[in-house]
């Protein structure tokens, strides 16, 4: 039978350790040749722009897509995964959670195979709802000390602070100043929806890895040149999304001051077929614009969670 998870569902069952092991299996059948990713296309009118990633995992029986639609009123996402062996649908998921969860959790795998094992403070700018997953993520593969934040909005970001402290047991708390959150930092990350970089190549310190999490179209920018040149290793989960969506990374491409060849997918990093960082001192990106095998990995996972918990509504159709 076909199921159907509500919100509800995902949240009995969603974890982030949960989420990164799929996250980064994904990543690793990629490198290796067994499964397909396509880049996000997108459906543009005025007041509502539909967004479809879509690609296969056969070793996991599965091949779907995520959709979802951006409006003033909001975004709406939804996951449909097929079972790539007969075509009937296995399972729906309402996706707002997955999707969120599965954003920080592939900050979380590449900030695990790039930042310093050392490294205790996190420097995050943004205070939105992404920002909680990102931040959490971060702390399951990282043993922090200290989390700074800034944000435009200082009551919001107060409160999001207060949150998280009490949620991870970890100083969180508010930075007055860009230059603060990214001075003495171990992990920078970016979480926002910026149209202009965010910080200066200057104020990183030796040995960063940096997460940009937000800059998934052309108008978007949280990283601006300099950080670019700065960075030792540039790692993208696919050169080919990364080639086509990476607004912090086009400019220097569009310039001739970096070049193709010098990013690295992820996955390669992860199946040993790349290095990731060789030295404490390198300085690290990871470009991050999501990709529809993160999605189908980790909602294969809650389908069997469902199915033995006896979770989800069976469905009438797509058997």
Request: charged content about 25%; aromatic content about 4%; proline content about 3%.
């Amino acid at each position: 039978m076909s199921l159907f998870l509500t919100e509800a569902d995902i949240r009995q069952l969603l974890t982030m350790p949960l989420a990164i092991e799929a996250v980064e299996e994904a990543h690793r059948e990629l490198s290796l040749g067994r499964a397909v990713d396509s880049p996000r296309q997108r459906t543009r009118l005025p007041q509502t722009t539909l967004h479809i990633l879509q690609g296969a995992l056969p070793g996991s029986d599965a091949i779907g897509y995520k959709a979802y639609t951006s409006n003033r009123s909001g975004v709406r996402f939804v996951v449909h995964v097929f079972s790539a062996s007969t075509g009937k649908l296995r399972v729906v998921l309402e996706a707002d959670l997955l999707g969120m969860v599965r954003t920080g959790a592939a900050s979380g795998v590449a900030t695990r195979w790039l930042a310093r094992r050392d490294a205790e403070v996190l420097g995050v700018f943004g205070a939105g709802w992404q920002a909680e997953g990102h931040i959490e993520a971060v702390a399951a593969v990282r043993s922090l000390r200290q989390i700074k934040v800034f944000a435009r909005n200082a009551e919001r970001l107060a409160a999001f602070c207060t949150k998280l402290s009490g949620r991870l047991g970890i100083d969180v708390r508010a930075a007055a100043t860009a230059e603060e959150v990214v001075r003495d930092s171990d992990i920078v990350s970016t979480i926002t929806t910026a149209a202009t970089p965010l910080f200066e190549a200057s104020w990183l310190s030796p040995g960063t890895h940096i997460n940009a999490a937000g800059s998934n179209s052309l108008i978007r920018r949280e990283v601006g040149e300099g950080v670019i040149k700065a960075s030792n290793t540039i790692v993208v989960d696919s050169v080919e999304t990364a080639l086509r969506e990476a607004g912090d990374l086009l400019p220097s491409l569009e310039k001739g001051r970096l070049r193709e060849r010098q990013l690295v997918e992820l996955g390669d990093v992860i199946s040993g077929r790349h290095a990731g960082r060789s030295t404490p001192e390198e300085i690290t990106l990871f470009e991050s614009q999501g990709m529809a095998i993160q999605d189908i990995a980790l909602a294969v996972r809650l389908e069997a969670l469902a199915r033995e918990r006896g979770l989800g509504i069976e469905l009438p159709y797509g058997g």
